[in-house]
């Protein structure tokens, strides 16, 4: 499956953005998708994920909240909106897919299949 993360942008601190990630080459709906995030200088970090039917999900604290991670299986995408955004958000957001069990897995290392990243910059 090829993902591909789109909806990032420049937003105001307080801002809002929703990031999409669709997918072609295969039904998404069928994997656990989540979302990493990695700012200038720093490492990729979890964001967020959620199981194949939306069921389970799994925040960092730092947007807990803030963020909110759905899927529409009919639509093969699964959203990122995020609200109250704030200059430490800045990052490349890229979802990825997990061949695995159904869970909403926080470690990279659980994801298989990754999307080429979307840029957000929120500024203060």
């Known amino acids: 499956v090829q993902l591909q993360a789109s909806g990032g942008g420049l937003v105001q601190a307080g801002g809002s953005l929703r990031l999409s990630c669709a997918a072609s080459?295969?039904?998404?709906?069928?994997?656990?998708v989540g979302w990493f995030r990695q700012a200038p200088g720093k490492e990729r970090e979890f964001v967020a994920s959620i199981s194949r039917s939306g069921g389970t999900t799994n925040y960092v604290d730092s947007v807990k909240g803030r963020f909110t991670i759905s899927r529409d299986n009919a639509k093969n995408t699964v959203y990122l909106q995020m609200n109250s955004l704030k200059p430490e958000d800045t990052a490349v957001y890229y979802c990825?897919?997990?061949?695995?069990?159904?869970?909403?897995?926080?470690?990279?290392?659980?994801?298989?299949?990754w999307g080429q990243g979307t840029e957000v910059t929120v500024s203060s």
């Open positions: 080459g295969g039904t998404l709906s069928w994997y656990p």
């Open positions: 990825a897919a997990a061949n695995a069990a159904s869970y909403a897995y926080t470690g990279e290392r659980s994801y298989d299949y």
